[in-house]
């Protein structure tokens, strides 16, 4: 896909360049792009951020709308929307494609777009970025942020699926593996069942240890970083619209922890919060198999907040669960893995760019967005902010404006993005330029 974009900008009359990531030969390269071809130094310059990869679709069989890579046209369940079925449609090949849509709608309609643009598509962020800090520090990435004012991604999505929002802040991720081994090979459960240590038991005990059913983390200190609530922000929950019945929706089911929307909002983006994801190397097949597995590894993964870090949470993790590993006095091997990580981001939503933003969300809308936070993690928006620099000796501004709603099914089976949404955000976007070039 990233050739494809490449000619399409360029078509349009942009310029467009294939980088690879020299530090990650043979990965998908960045789209670094420009529009105009030449830009006009009398112009605020924006530069937008999106990525062309996309998750998986090994649950392609569980598609209602296949298949997961042909964009279909159809109405979901969920709420009866139209919608653009396909894996990519709200994560992130819609908004990248609607980016797109944007310069081209201009042209057909013979108007000219009041700022230069700069773009940075990458094909690695489903699998942490890899490779494009690396290329932000370039030379490469230094000219392409080079006199930009600020910056765009629409990588995220609504709180519900009726209002808008503008998102300002995010948490930040550190994702551990806990390997357990013992035997060299698969034992037979009714020769060998009681008269070994078991990495599968092991392991389940170690997990149980990490956070209860109702979200609370159990290893020490993980909280102590964490800010304390105060009046000010307490009162910017009041006027979010949100309610339970969003939850239910997205979800699914009613088995939300808090029946409050406002503690539902704080425990999804203010407080850090822990998920075990899978075990790899156990049978998980439908047959009755009843043999010992000789290595068996867990996944898990902390959401952090502003404050805290990636260093102090793997240690305390790392000390906590030592500890565990020590009075369980198995005979096992145990081991600790970090797999992934990126700090939480959070930037001033009184800036310039979030008015530009709001304003066009009210023309196009015909409403008010919601300021939020989100509780996932975009690793290289730390990254795209330290590339930015510093205006007047604060930030330049980063913002996430997205088109997508809660309900679209991200990484999921029949992820989708509502006709409206996609038709009615590319608008969005388009008056985001025009308010941004004349915003104070």
């Known amino acids: 896909m990233a050739g494809s974009l490449a000619k399409q900008l360029t078509s349009l009359g942009g310029k467009a360049e294939l980088k690879e990531l020299t530090t990650h030969p043979g990965l998908p390269p960045v789209v670094a792009a420009q529009y105009p071809s030449t830009l006009d130094s009398n112009k605020k310059t924006l530069l937008i951020y999106g990525h062309y990869d996309v998750q998986p679709a090994d649950d392609g069989d569980k598609w209602e709308h296949p298949p997961p890579f042909e964009l279909t046209e159809g109405t979901r369940e969920s709420d009866g929307k139209k919608s653009y079925f396909g894996r990519g449609s709200t994560d992130d090949k819609g908004p990248v494609v609607s980016w797109l849509n944007v310069i081209e709608a201009h042209k057909n309609a013979g108007v000219t777009i009041p700022v230069n643009l700069r773009f940075l598509f990458e094909g690695m962020e489903e699998s942490g970025s890899t490779g494009l800090p690396e290329f932000i520090k370039s030379a490469d990435g230094k000219k392409l942020f080079t006199n930009?004012?600020?910056?765009?991604?629409?990588?995220?999505?609504?709180?519900?699926?009726?209002?808008?929002?503008?998102?300002?802040?995010?948490?930040?991720?550190?994702?551990?593996?806990?390997?357990?081994?013992?035997?060299?090979?698969?034992?037979?459960?009714?020769?060998?069942?009681?008269?070994?240590?078991?990495?599968m038991i092991d392991l389940s005990i170690l997990l149980s240890k990490l956070v209860t059913s109702q979200g609370t983390i159990l290893i020490p200190g993980i909280n102590e970083d964490v800010e304390p609530l105060g009046e000010v922000e307490a009162a910017t929950y009041k006027n979010i619209q949100y309610t339970m019945q969003d939850l239910y929706d997205a979800t699914g089911s009613h088995t939300a922890i808090y029946d409050?929307?406002?503690?539902?909002?704080?425990?999804?983006?203010?407080?850090?919060?822990?998920?075990?994801?899978?075990?790899?190397?156990?049978?998980?097949?439908?047959?009755?198999?009843?043999?010992?597995?000789?290595?068996?590894?867990?996944k898990f993964s902390i959401r952090t907040v502003p404050n805290m870090t990636t260093k102090r949470v793997t240690q305390l993790v790392t000390d906590f669960l030592n500890a565990e590993w020590k009075e369980l006095n198995s005979k096992n091997e145990f081991k600790i893995v970090v797999n992934d990580s990126g700090e939480p981001w959070r930037t001033d939503p009184n800036h310039r760019n979030f008015r530009a933003a709001a304003n066009a969300t009210n023309t196009v809308w015909k409403m008010q967005p919601d300021l939020t936070r989100e509780g996932g993690s975009i690793p290289v928006s730390l990254n795209i902010q330290e590339g930015l620099g510093k205006e007047g000796g604060n930030p330049k501004s980063l913002m996430l404006l997205p088109i997508g709603t809660a309900n679209d099914g991200a990484h999921g089976p029949d992820e989708n993005i509502p006709v409206d949404n996609y038709i009615t955000g590319t608008k969005l976007l388009g008056a985001y330029l025009h308010e941004f070039a004349t915003a104070a």
């Not at 503690?263 to 009755?288: K, N, Q």
């Open 148 to 199: 930009v004012d600020a910056a765009c991604i629409s990588d995220n999505y609504w709180l519900g699926t009726t209002k808008p929002c503008l998102t300002y802040g995010l948490r930040g991720i550190v994702y551990f593996s806990i390997t357990v081994s013992g035997p060299k090979q698969e034992l037979h459960s009714g020769i060998f069942g009681g008269t070994v240590y078991e990495p």
């Open 260 to 298: 409050d929307p406002i503690r539902t909002l704080m425990a999804r983006w203010r407080y850090p919060s822990l998920s075990i994801h899978g075990v790899e190397g156990a049978y998980s097949g439908p047959d009755t198999k009843t043999s010992i597995a000789p290595m068996v590894t867990g």
